[in-house]
């Protein structure tokens, strides 16, 4: 005890002597001056091993033996943070008096001794301290707290005799169960002293001290004991000479709860996985480089039906709300900002006026040469009508185009101005029934209706609609669609109205222009019947278009009655009903300047 009691004095003191030092030198640098402390250190070692077993087991004791062990260690500075590994071998030794050794009256004279090794696993964690003057020297003192495990240590002594009848007999002289044991809570201290061949390379000498509280020997479930032995007793003989007589066997049933320890010297190598700060740094390779890069990569999606959203404005902000970078979503619904420095940022999106939900981005986040994700969701409940005008019965689209969006009940009314690929876009409110056309000079523009209760936004976001502009020239005829009448009737019915308003609109846009309005019939019929019944025709189509405010004076009415059939269906001419039903059609005309 006074060895080890010796052993942490001496480590304590050094303990402090080393915090006081780095504490001194660490205000002014003067470490770091010399050699870089912070970073990763590992160490291997071997040695040898003196063990003490305080299981006060009579004529046992317990030779030295090999051990080996590592550690790894992290220097915040002076100090850190490790983790060591041993394993310890170690041997019991009897010390029962073999010689002159008498049992019941009978010499022993034949011995048969078995004694297992013992094996000792230590891992412990704990703090490091280091004290480095110069490159080539350094001192560490590193306290461990942990678990063991101990396995062995079986001892067994067995003697021979023939006893007074004769008979060959063999008894237990010595007995210990040894150690079967895993967790125990144990200490270590250790003192380490370095020379460093290289920067970071070195060979290290050392010493430490551990101690596993409370562990418990093994018992012999079969035999029920843990420790047996027979007592020896010297007598002297007649002829002055000692003899060893023993006595009954003493047993200790219950296992002891004794501490184990043991100091050991080591050698071993340790290598510092420092750089020198003073060293000039290597110029890194392109692909070095590339792993360095931080990038963000932003995703737009709609919440409710999972769409990836194109053109979707994303902006990247700092906490401060500066905004440091901008972008719009591909046709993938994605947008990368590259080499970007890891930080925390405020993500913000917009799609078409309408605000996304915002998504922020921590600086812990971002791993070099990784691509951070992210995703901005559209939470709007509001459907988005993507239109696209075009003129009549072509694919060529339609460019600067004043598309008007209104309600049915007047409340809502919107404009947009269709761009270079003739698109268009709006907010649609849930429920609501919509008209929408085009407005554009020398246009007459298809009018639709749109009702959004034939739509679950569950499933829908996006509205498509394609709006057909057919291009007026003057003197040139347009057919003017769904113009019905009764049979023999000129009134106009309540499914032509709706047509016709569309040409009232296209009045009121364009209130410098004069219109022919022309009715015409297929070939059936007396010629000049059906010359009545068109100019008749005509005539109520304008009354329509004057009762919605659009003066007389700019409109003509003509019947043509059968006199301008576009086919073949002439009298005589054996045609179907859907070859007359080309005939029969109501056109408007734009009136050239120069015509009264």
């Not at 004769?166 to 063999?170: D, G």
């Given at each position: 005890m006074k060895?080890i009691?010796l052993i942490?004095?001496?480590?304590?003191?050094?303990s402090?002597?080393?915090?006081?030092?780095?504490?001194?030198?660490?205000?002014?640098?003067?470490?770091?001056n010399v050699?870089?402390?912070?970073?990763?250190?590992v160490?291997l070692r071997g040695?040898?091993d003196?063990?003490?077993?305080?299981?006060n087991?009579?004529y046992i004791?317990?030779k030295?033996?090999?051990?080996?062990?590592?550690?790894?260690?992290?220097?915040f500075?002076?100090?850190?943070l490790?983790v060591?590994?041993?394993?310890?071998?170690?041997?019991?030794?009897?010390s029962?008096?073999?010689?002159n050794?008498?049992y019941?009256?009978?010499n022993?004279?034949n011995?048969?001794?078995?004694?297992?090794?013992?094996?000792?696993?230590?891992i412990?964690?704990?703090?490091s301290f280091?004290y480095?003057p110069t490159k080539?020297?350094s001192?560490?003192?590193?306290?461990?707290?942990?678990?063991?495990?101990i396995?062995?240590?079986?001892?067994?002594l067995?003697?021979?005799?023939v006893?007074?009848s004769?008979?060959?007999?063999?008894e237990?002289?010595n007995?210990?169960?040894g150690?079967?044991?895993t967790?125990?809570f144990?200490?270590?201290g250790?003192?380490?002293?370095n020379?460093?061949?290289t920067e970071k390379l070195?060979?290290?000498l050392?010493?430490?001290y551990?101690?596993?509280?409370?562990s418990?020997?093994?018992?012999n479930?079969?035999?029920?004991?843990?420790?047996?032995y027979?007592p020896?007793t010297?007598?002297?003989?007649?002829n002055?000479e000692?003899?060893?007589q023993t006595s009954?066997t003493?047993?200790?049933?219950n296992p002891?709860n004794c501490?184990?320890?043991?100091?050991?010297?080591?050698v071993?190598?340790v290598?510092?996985?420092t750089?020198?700060?003073n060293k000039?740094?290597k110029?890194k390779?392109?692909?070095?480089k590339?792993?360095?890069?931080?990038s963000?990569?932003?995703t737009?999606?709609d919440?409710?039906?999972?769409?990836?959203?194109?053109?979707?404005?994303?902006?990247l902000?700092?906490n401060d709300g500066e905004?440091?970078?901008?972008?719009?979503?591909?046709?993938f619904?994605?947008?990368?900002?590259?080499?970007i420095?890891?930080?925390?940022y405020?993500?913000e999106?917009?799609?078409?006026?309408i605000?996304l939900?915002?998504?922020?981005?921590?600086?812990?986040?971002?791993?070099?040469?990784?691509t951070?994700?992210?995703?901005?969701?559209?939470t709007?409940?509001?459907?988005?009508l993507k239109?696209k005008?075009?003129?009549c019965n072509t694919t060529?689209?339609l460019?600067?185009?004043?598309?008007?969006?209104?309600?049915?009940?007047?409340t809502?009314q919107?404009?947009s101005i269709?761009n270079?690929?003739?698109?268009?876009t709006?907010?649609?409110?849930?429920k609501t029934?919509?008209?929408?056309?085009g407005k554009k000079?020398s246009?007459f523009?298809?009018?639709?209706t749109?009702n959004t209760e034939?739509?679950d936004?569950m499933?829908?976001?996006f509205v498509?609609?394609?709006?057909?502009?057919?291009?007026?020239?003057c003197?040139?005829?347009i057919?003017l669609?769904d113009?019905?009448y009764?049979?023999d009737?000129?009134?106009v019915?309540?499914?032509g109205?709706?047509?016709l308003?569309r040409?009232?609109?296209?009045l009121?846009d364009?209130?410098?222009?004069?219109?022919?309005?022309?009715?015409?019939?297929?070939?059936?019929?007396?010629n000049?019947y059906?010359q009545t019944?068109?100019?008749?025709?005509?005539n109520?189509?304008?009354?329509?278009?004057?009762s919605?405010?659009?003066?007389?004076s700019r409109?003509?009415?003509n019947?043509?009655?059968?006199?301008?059939?576009?086919n073949?269906c002439?009298?005589?001419?054996?045609?179907?009903?859907e070859?007359?039903?080309?005939n029969?059609r109501?056109?408007?005309k734009?009136?050239c300047?120069?015509?009264k």
């Open positions: 060895k009691k942490l004095i001496i480590t304590f003191y050094l402090g002597l080393i915090s006081i030092n780095a504490q001194e030198l660490a205000p002014t640098d003067t470490i770091a050699v870089n402390l912070k970073g990763f250190q160490a040695g040898f003196i063990p003490t077993f305080d299981n087991t009579p004791d317990y030295g033996g090999l051990m080996a062990g590592a550690s790894i260690d992290y220097y500075k002076w100090y850190g490790g060591d590994f041993d394993y310890i071998q170690n041997k019991p030794s009897s029962y008096r073999t010689g050794l008498y019941n009256g009978n022993v004279t011995f048969n001794l078995t004694e297992d090794k013992i094996t000792r696993n230590f412990g964690i704990g703090p280091q480095q080539k020297y001192v560490e003192l590193k306290l461990r707290a942990g678990i063991s495990s396995d062995g240590g079986k001892t067994s067995e003697g021979s005799y006893n007074s004769n008979v060959p007999s063999t237990i002289f007995y210990h169960n150690y079967s044991q967790n125990i144990s200490a270590k250790s003192l380490q002293f020379y460093f061949v070195g060979l290290s050392g010493g430490y551990l101690k596993h509280f409370d418990e020997e093994s018992k479930t079969l035999l029920n004991y843990t420790t047996s027979k020896i010297p007598v002297l003989g007649t002055n000692y003899t060893n009954n003493q047993l200790r049933e002891c501490d184990v320890s043991s100091i050991g010297i080591f071993g190598l290598y510092k996985f750089s020198d700060p000039p740094k110029e390779t392109k692909k070095e590339e792993k360095e890069i931080y963000l990569t932003v737009a999606r919440k409710f039906t999972k769409d990836i959203l194109p053109e979707t404005e994303i902006v902000k700092n905004i440091l970078k901008t972008g719009k979503t591909n046709n619904g994605v947008v990368v900002f590259e080499e420095e890891p930080d925390s405020v993500i999106g917009s799609l078409y006026g605000n939900e915002n998504e922020d981005a921590k600086k812990r986040e971002f791993k070099k040469g990784k951070l994700q992210k995703e901005l969701s559209y709007d409940k509001n459907f988005i239109g005008t075009v003129r060529s689209s460019a600067d185009v004043s598309v008007i969006l209104r309600s049915l009940d007047a809502i919107k404009n269709t270079e690929n003739g698109e268009y709006f907010n649609l409110n849930e029934s919509f008209t929408i056309y000079d246009y523009s298809q009018t639709e749109i034939n739509f936004r499933t829908t976001l498509k609609l394609e709006i057909c502009m057919e291009q007026v020239d003197g040139k005829a057919k669609n113009i019905q009764d049979t009737k000129y009134a019915k309540k499914e109205k709706v047509e308003n040409l009232v609109q296209f009121n364009n209130p410098e222009i004069k219109v022919e309005l022309s009715s015409h019939t297929d070939s059936r019929g007396q000049t059906n019944l068109s100019q008749n025709r005509a109520s189509v304008v009354d329509y278009i004057v919605q405010g659009i003066k007389r409109l003509t009415a019947g043509y009655g059968e006199s301008q059939l576009l073949e002439a009298d005589g001419v054996d045609c179907t009903e070859q007359h039903q080309v029969r109501t056109e408007m734009v009136i300047p120069d015509n």
